[in-house]
């Protein structure tokens, strides 16, 4: 059974950097097609997709926020972190990690999320 | 970067109603494009894959179809557990825009 978890601050400050921990059970990001991913969901709003890590270290960043986005993976510790440098209020949203495979090329389970508000 | 747009933003149905969802993207995406549903207080859950493949568990109620840039989500008869928001996304090796998402309501 393949489970995620988000994990971070639930607020954060203008300016600062935000860091978020996807610790995943029931699968491995060194087994060939796996990747995780992050989304993120403003209140009330859309989906909006943030960034991808494949098993093969391959990164994938959303063109509008690439420079201010990171995303590692720990394959032994069954982790994606993903960092968010210069956070600002509009950036206040649900944050999820979720497991992806080439062979579907979508989101197939996802974590709970965790909300981040950024506020002074 | 490629744009998905969706129509209608919301639609209102009665239980047994067909519902139709279309999505269109701003460039040839081939078949490479996802359908999510999302109820609220809850993650997005996994409808359809490649436009037009079913998701394993999904009722047979949905399906998908479409190519390059314009694709449907069918609901053939609405159940009262299907009233939620719909998404579709490009894929994920298309950096996976998602739609604005189309609100399903009870008429």
């Known amino acids: 059974q393949i489970t995620l978890k988000e994990s971070g601050p639930t607020l954060v400050k203008p300016t600062q950097t935000l860091t978020l921990t996807c610790t995943f059970s029931?699968?491995?990001?060194?087994?060939?097609?796996?990747?995780v991913g992050w989304i993120r969901q403003p209140p009330g709003k859309a989906l909006e997709w943030l960034a991808l890590i494949y098993w093969d270290d391959d990164k994938r960043y959303s063109p509008s926020l690439k420079s201010r986005l990171t995303i590692t993976k720990d394959t032994s510790k069954n982790q994606v972190v993903l960092t968010m440098t210069n956070m600002d209020p509009v950036d206040t949203a649900t944050y999820y990690c979720?497991?992806?495979?080439?062979?579907?090329?979508?989101?197939?389970?996802w974590g709970q999320g965790t909300m981040v508000t950024v506020s002074s | 970067d490629i744009q998905m747009t969706q129509s209608p933003s919301s639609v209102s149905a009665s239980v047994g109603d067909r519902v139709t969802i279309t999505c269109r993207a701003s460039q040839g995406i081939s078949s490479w494009l996802a359908w999510y549903q999302q109820k609220p207080g809850k993650a997005p859950k996994l409808l359809i894959y490649?436009?037009?493949s079913l998701q394993s568990g999904v009722p047979s109620r949905f399906s998908g179809s479409g190519s390059g840039t314009d694709f449907t989500l069918t609901i053939s008869s609405l159940q009262p557990e299907d009233f939620a928001t719909y998404y579709c996304q490009q894929a994920n090796s298309f950096l996976g825009a998602f739609g604005g998402g189309t609100k399903v309501e009870i008429k």
């Open positions: 029931g699968f491995s990001l060194s087994t060939s097609g796996v990747g």
């Open positions: 979720a497991h992806s495979h080439i062979a579907v090329d979508a989101f197939d389970i």
């Open positions: 490649a436009a037009s």
